[in-house]
């Protein structure tokens, strides 16, 4: 595996006429994005395309993600899918302030691209499936796997759920 995988050498296309396309093939087995972030059976294709203003890439990418269940708490395997779409102007007169523009020697690393993408598509609170019934808060068995006997929460004695609440300071201010 070569050692920067996601850099693209573009020199070709500026002598190249608008319209001019090139796809990219991208598969992995495992890609360590950074100490934190791994990707498994990474596949995905990169077009780049030259227009009037600069060169266009646009890039589609799906690969298996470990994460764990924010319910049960098992580690399961996660199938991610996402796309990108950016533009790398030829010069800064035509860009603005926010745009890419094109390095002089015409190569681009879009492995910060697509990790940001892949980053944004994961989701907020993963669960290991649909209806996932987590654990149970009293005993900590898995009650994906059968009924533990525990209904809920015992509750406290002697406490009155107000005393607990995070505005019960806000009582003695009101002066009641």
């Known amino acids: 595996m070569s050692k920067h995988p996601f850099i693209l050498k573009l020199g070709a296309f500026l002598h190249q006429s608008p319209g001019y396309s090139r796809e990219f093939p991208f598969e992995h087995a495992k890609f360590q994005f950074s100490d934190e972030f791994s990707v498994k059976d990474l596949k995905g294709t990169v077009v780049v395309t030259r227009s009037q203003q600069g060169i266009l890439v646009q890039?589609?990418?799906n690969g298996e993600l470990e994460l764990d269940c924010v319910r049960c708490l098992k580690e399961y395997n996660y199938s991610l899918a996402w796309?990108?779409?950016?533009?790398?102007?030829?010069?800064k007169r035509d860009a603005s302030k926010e745009d890419l523009i094109l390095p002089d020697n015409a190569q681009i690393d879009i492995k910060r691209i697509i990790l940001e993408e892949a980053l944004l598509v994961i989701p907020y609170s993963p669960t290991?499936?649909?209806g996932c019934e987590g654990l149970c808060q009293v005993c900590g068995t898995d009650l994906n796997f059968g009924d533990c006997g525990h209904d809920e929460l015992p509750p406290q004695e002697g406490t009155d759920e107000e005393e607990h609440s995070p505005f019960a300071g806000l009582k003695d201010l009101l002066g009641e």
Do not use: M, Q, R, S
């Open 59 to 61: 890039g589609n990418f």
């Open 83 to 91: 796309d990108f779409d950016e533009l790398y102007f030829f010069n």
């Open 128 to 130: 290991c499936k649909e």
